[in-house]
């Protein structure tokens, strides 16, 4: 059974950063797209970058500069690094999965596999 599980979310100054992590088990990401998605309170989940099955990444425009997606394969591990962090970025972040190729643009419900959400709340 595939998990993911999210963790490295905070309290964070305006202008910080952090980086969250989604460790995987249950499967191998090869063959996988791999997401993260945010959703503030209120508002409804968007994608903020993918990785593809052959190493593409893409960024939606939320936090387009702002955040680098990148794997490690060893560890069956997903990272999210987010610099420049903003109180608008407050919000719920969850990794996902997605059998396949990333289907673009980055649609919540072609997504089959969720983590339970880290929290990122930026404040001063």
């Known amino acids: 059974q595939v998990q993911l599980v999210e963790s490295g979310g905070g309290s964070v100054q305006p202008g910080g950063s952090l980086r969250l992590s989604c460790e995987a088990s249950?499967?191998?990401?090869?063959?996988?797209?791999l997401g993260w998605f945010r959703q503030a309170a209120g508002k409804e989940r968007e994608g903020v970058a993918a990785l593809g099955i052959n190493g593409a990444r893409t960024y939606t425009t939320s936090m387009a500069g702002r955040v680098t997606i990148s794997e490690d394969k060893a560890k069956n591990t997903l990272y999210l690094e987010m610099n420049s962090l903003k109180p608008e970025d407050t919000a719920m972040y969850y990794c996902a999965a997605s059998r396949g190729d990333c289907p673009l643009p980055l649609a919540p419900l072609r997504f089959t596999y969720w983590g339970q959400g880290s929290q990122v709340t930026v404040s001063s």
């Open positions: 249950g499967y191998t990401s090869s063959g996988y797209c």
